[in-house]
């Protein structure tokens, strides 16, 4: 017996071998004896399952920040000197920040859970020549198999024996349509897992007619156990929002180090007590660490996740909501995610005319036209007739879910044959006209199904009426057995030409995503033999029913809105390469004479190197396979591109979990997919996912609005202190008091400022450059040019106050209220680098006003309620005082103003 997945292929080798190779006999299965080594040799049925997190690990992981490392040891040092105030505000601040992380997060990573839900509970098996149910875990290679309508598949098997065999394989190649199964004996080496008619996988499920099979692969080495395999490879990355944040967080503790060194060898050199000036240093460590930073990110990004949902995209990991806005690239699946998922007749190509019908999906809503002009069915016996046979010759039904809407039940195909009828009001007079005689059933063989009636008597008293043979199947396999063609209501001659005319519009139709059958009808005798052989033949062909599923009505524009944000959008599906090619070009995706598409045997073909130097140019891409779609996201990751990809199925899921972010269906999606994805689109639409690229933007431009803001005020506390020591005076500010401003009077408007709305131009601009800080050169230099005037309103009110009564604790209170009231009115200029406070509007953000109302109340607190005043060692403030606070406060505001005008004018000149 060779070894499972062996080459050649199980596919591609003849039935007669596969059963010698595995040593099993059709009709007997195994011997008892003959399970036990196997089950030894190749394990049970089953997927392993990856290594579980603990919550503990999670909640762990949530203090491996640099920044939250930094914070952690100012408390252990703000304890050691004995600031044990201080030591607990940090502490408490960061476990605050690690709890909202980890609550956020506390979904584990089940992917492969979740897989292993999809192995079949039970198996009927032939084993010693009886047939038996077994625990699905217990198959080996060789046993033979039942499946039945209804079952899942247990473990993929070569099918020996098939009757009207339909399987469901979206799991597996995304595709939702029934494949229809045969007992091919061969199939060419590098078929694609959605053409291998004559094999059947493990986690598909069998929705019609039954089958006999031999187990080729049980558990890990099934192509679900492949797919688990893939996505336990997978490593996690950092997104790009956790890279540039503990990139901030280093660099800061390095400026940090530096600035509290040259303090404290300055205070020495100059003659200060080494002690003293180690205390100075922490004040000024505690000043320069924005404390409530990181958690200040993860409850913006919380809101984001909240405001996503609204707009029909749940988010399971935090950082992902930044990395979505950053997004260069998006790989989207068509069926279900780009088209309706709802197969309709789109074009009715009678002999004469072509008749287009509007309407989409499973509504009945909708008409018939030609050339633009509407008729009704119902004057038109041709196509009457057409609509007749689509109805009759059909198994599956239509249940109403709404007004003009219906769920399917049986084939989607078939069903939009129905909806066709129901558009023209035929469905309630075929039920009384037509009586049911016989069924001659599809399968994959012939391409083709018959279905024989006979008109009911009108009178009670009247014969029934002949015999009729209703024929719908593939064109190419109908059209051939047609002899005669009806028009106009006339029955003539099909000749070469004509046949070879509806053969070519059958080729142009199939170009453009249309999925065609071919209505036919034969009048029988009553003498005619019922077989497939007897009555396909001699048919006269009615017509052709063009059928797709059409593309969503938001997806082009959305499509276009992506182009325009700079964000290139490819189209990766099983669908076959012209379908693909078709949608691609109505929805803008390829171009309207684009014609280059890669299909699984093309990237087959090409070494990971030559993929990554064509992957940036090619939008559409069709038949693949999992590991195909694992190699197109590596390939644009090599190429330093932010690759969002979407999926429903299982074997969508390590793409999804190798993507910068996953995006999964809500609608139609896999437990599986769902698990290792990022992001759920709860919609199943494309515009969802450009919404929420959009969404994304604004929160990044907010979080960057709000370190800004943050670090901007750390500059100027940091600035206020150094100068303050350089030049012998006492310190402005104490530690207790910038630690409050840090945590609270910073936290309150950065988290308004998070709230922002984007701004109107946020989706015509390209994609943030993959290697751009969080706060690059020209937001630098701002930030200290806006830390420096908070600095000089502080040290203002400070040095005022001072001199003028000599009073250090009511001169630090003065500096207090001053660098809180400058810090929050600086929030209204970080709303904009360009636009004044006034074209924005000042009320604009209630949330920011809200917050400088609340901080003002506060801050009233702090000087005016005793034990407030004993901790934050603060005292009252006259008027006099608040006049000079209000002045330096407003200081920040002025300048910027003034500032944003000269740069409006110069844009303007230039």
């Known amino acids: 017996m060779t070894e499972q997945n062996a080459a050649p292929p199980w596919y591609h080798v003849p039935a007669e071998q596969v059963l010698r190779d595995l040593g099993s006999d059709p009709h007997h299965g195994l011997a008892s004896a003959q399970v036990e080594p196997r089950a030894a040799q190749y394990g049970p049925n089953q997927l392993r399952e990856g290594k579980a997190i603990s919550p503990l690990a999670l909640l762990l992981e949530q203090f491996t920040d640099f920044i939250v490392l930094t914070l952690i040891a100012a408390a252990i040092i703000s304890g050691f000197l004995g600031e044990w105030l201080d030591a607990i505000a940090i502490i408490a601040i960061v476990i605050l920040n690690a709890l909202l992380g980890f609550f956020q997060e506390y979904r584990a990573e089940r992917a492969l859970a979740a897989l292993k839900q999809l192995a079949a509970p ?43 065999l339909k399987i469901e394989e979206a799991a597996l190649t995304g595709e939702s349509a029934a494949v229809s199964k045969a007992p091919v004996n061969s199939l060419a080496v590098d078929t694609a897992i959605a053409d291998q008619v004559n094999m059947a996988h493990a986690g598909t499920v069998v929705v019609q007619g039954r089958a006999r099979g031999v187990v080729t692969a049980t558990g890990m080495r099934t192509q679900l156990g492949r797919i688990a395999g893939l996505v336990a490879e997978i490593e996690e990355e950092e997104t790009p929002l956790q890279k540039r944040l503990d990139e901030v967080g280093r660099y800061l503790v390095y400026i940090i180090l530096l600035v509290v060194a040259l303090v404290f060898a300055a205070g020495v050199w100059r003659g200060d007590s080494p002690v003293n000036m180690f205390l100075v240093a922490v004040s000024l460590a505690v000043a320069a660490v924005p ?8 409850i913006a990004l919380a809101l984001g996740m909240r405001r996503m949902v609204s707009r029909n995209a749940l988010i399971r990991k935090l950082p992902a909501v930044e990395t979505l806005g950053s997004a260069t690239v998006v790989c989207t699946d068509k069926t279900g995610t780009l ?22 999906g499973f509504s009945s809503a909708g008409e018939f036209r030609v050339d633009g002009t509407p008729i009704r069915p119902q004057d038109d016996p041709h196509l009457e007739l057409a609509l007749t046979i689509g109805a009759l010759c059909n198994t599956s039904e239509l249940q109403p879910i709404g007004e003009n809407r219906y769920r399917v039940i049986g084939d989607p195909t078939e069903g939009a044959l129905l909806i066709a009828a129901r558009k023209a009001d035929l469905s309630s007079d075929l ?18 199904m018959t279905m024989i009636y006979t008109r009911r008597a009108e009178e009670e008293d009247e014969d029934e009426g002949e015999l009729i043979a209703f024929v719908k199947g593939a064109p190419e396999s109908v059209i051939p057995l047609c002899t005669h063609i009806q028009t106009n209501g006339r029955v003539s001659a099909l000749d070469a030409n004509a046949r070879a005319e509806l ?24 003498t005619d033999e019922i077989s497939a052989e007897a009555v396909e033949r ?27 944000a700079g964000i290139q959008v490819a189209m990766i599906t099983g669908d076959h390469v012209e379908t693909a090619l078709a949608v691609a070009r109505e929805l803008g995706i390829a171009a309207p004479d684009h014609s280059g598409a890669l299909t699984g045997t093309d990237l087959d073909r ?125 310190l402005p500010l104490l530690p207790i008091q910038i630690l409050w401003i840090n945590l609270v009077t910073d936290s309150l408007p950065a988290l308004a400022l998070g709230v922002e709305k984007a701004e109107p131009e946020i989706m015509e601009r390209p994609p943030r450059p993959v290697g751009e800080r969080i706060l690059p050169n020209r ?80 801050l009233l607190g702090l000087l005016y309620i005793p034990p407030l005043q004993t901790i934050f060692q603060t005292v009252p403030l006259s008027l006099r005082d608040w006049a000079l606070i209000s002045a330096l406060a407003l200081l920040p505001l002025v300048v910027m103003e003034i500032g944003k005008f000269v740069w409006r004018a110069k844009e303007k000149k230039n």
């Open 431 to 448: 039920v009384g006209s037509y009586k049911f005689v016989s069924e001659i059933p599809f399968d994959s063989t012939r391409k083709r």
């Open 291 to 298: 404390e409530g930073l990181a958690a200040v990110v993860t």
């Open 538 to 564: 001699d048919l006269v062909f009615v017509a052709l029913m063009g059928m797709m599923d059409p593309p969503r009505a938001e997806a082009k524009e959305a499509v276009q809105q992506a182009q325009r």
């Open 122 to 164: 039970s198996a009927l098996v032939v084993r010693d020549g009886e047939t038996r149910s077994i625990p699905g875990v217990g198959l080996v290679p060789g046993d033979i198999v039942l499946l039945r309508a209804g079952d899942l598949v247990p473990a993929d098997m070569r099918l020996l024996d098939t009757q009207m």
């Open 779 to 858: 937001l630098l230099a701002l930030m200290f040019a806006q830390g420096t005037i908070v600095a000089i309103s502080t040290l203002a009110a400070f040095a005022i106050e001072y001199t003028t009564t000599g009073n250090v604790h009511r001169s630090q209170a003065v500096a207090f209220a001053a660098s809180i009231l400058a810090q929050n009115v600086q929030a209204f200029n970080v709303r904009s680098n360009r636009r004044s406070i006034f074209q924005l509007g000042v009320f604009s953000n209630l949330y920011l006003i809200g917050a400088f109302v609340l901080v003002f109340i506060t």
């Open 503 to 526: 053969l070519d519009t059958n080729a142009r139709l199939a170009a453009e995503a249309h999925r065609l059958l071919a209505m036919a009808y034969r009048r029988l005798d009553d």
């Open 606 to 730: 090409l070494t990971d190197r030559e993929l990554a130097e064509v992957v940036g140019k090619v939008r559409v891409y069709a038949r693949v396979s999992p590991e195909h779609k694992l190699r197109i996201v590596r390939a644009l990751k090599a190429r330093n591109e932010i690759v969002a990809m979407t999926g429903d199925g299982v074997n969508d899921a390590p793409a999804l979990k190798e993507a910068s972010i996953g995006i999964a269906m809500g609608i139609t999606g896999t437990d599986v997919a769902k698990e290792a994805s990022d992001m759920v689109l709860l919609d199943d639409n494309f515009a969802s996912i450009v919404s929420a690229i959009q969404e994304g933007r604004a929160i990044f431009d907010n979080i960057r609005r709000f370190i800004h803001f943050v670090l901007s005020h750390n500059i100027g506390e940091v600035l206020a202190m150094f100068v303050a020591t350089l030049i012998g005076w006492p």
């Open 339 to 360: 088209t309706e998922n709802e197969m309709t007749v789109r074009k009715i190509v009678l002999p004469d005319r072509i008749v287009s019908v509007t309407g989409e």
